[in-house]
């Protein structure tokens, strides 16, 4: 039997992760089972289970796949396209909705609790890199402020629906000034 490569296996594992994503933000991580993901990823069971030994495990791999996109400057017209591009993972791929199970979920699981808390350290930590040069003894805690209204978007798109970003690119914006 033929060996396959390293970048076959990632295919197939990457193709697992995507078919859980997808049943995730349509029924739950509750409302999903290990037949779900078997179905939509259109392999067999002993093949999802070469790769993930439970769902907890996918659940963990489908949250290590966290969005990298995130402001490269703080200014109104990249932080107006940031949210854009939010709002429109919301559309398109119900990512809001998502990231409200992954945060509901890490409150009860160690494990995702620790990989939202590396993410969100992340985050955090870019924000106020992007400060310092302007703002060094604040740059902490406007970052923190910065990352929770941005959280606080996609939380509010996910159980409110399609929202225009403006108002929180302003709120945004009042924390970078230090008006708010």
């Known amino acids: 039997m033929p060996k396959v490569g390293q970048a076959y296996l990632d295919a197939r594992r990457n193709q697992i ?23 939509e990823s259109r392999l067999s069971t002993g093949s999802i289970y070469r790769y993930f030994k439970s769902k907890d495990e996918i659940i963990v791999a489908v949250c290590e796949q966290g969005s990298e996109a995130f402001p490269s400057a ?30 509901a979920e890490a409150a009860l699981s160690p494990a995702l609790a620790a ?37 606080g978007y996609n939380q509010q798109l996910a159980v409110r629906g399609d929202l225009d970003p403006a108002p929180f690119v302003s709120a945004l914006m009042a924390v970078l000034r230090g008006s708010l």
């Open 115 to 151: 990989i939202v808390a590396n993410q969100l350290a992340a985050m955090r930590s870019a924000v106020a890199d992007l400060i310092r040069h302007d703002r060094q003894d604040d740059a902490e805690e406007i970052a923190e402020a910065f990352v929770a209204i941005a959280i």
């Open 74 to 103: 703080l200014t109104v017209e990249v932080i107006n396209d940031f949210l854009e591009h939010v709002r429109n993972l919301a559309r398109e791929k119900g990512h809001a909705r998502l990231v409200a199970q992954i945060y």
């Open 17 to 39: 992760v995507e078919a859980a994503r997808a049943q995730f933000t349509s029924h739950g991580f509750a409302g999903t089972s290990m037949a779900d993901i078997v179905s």
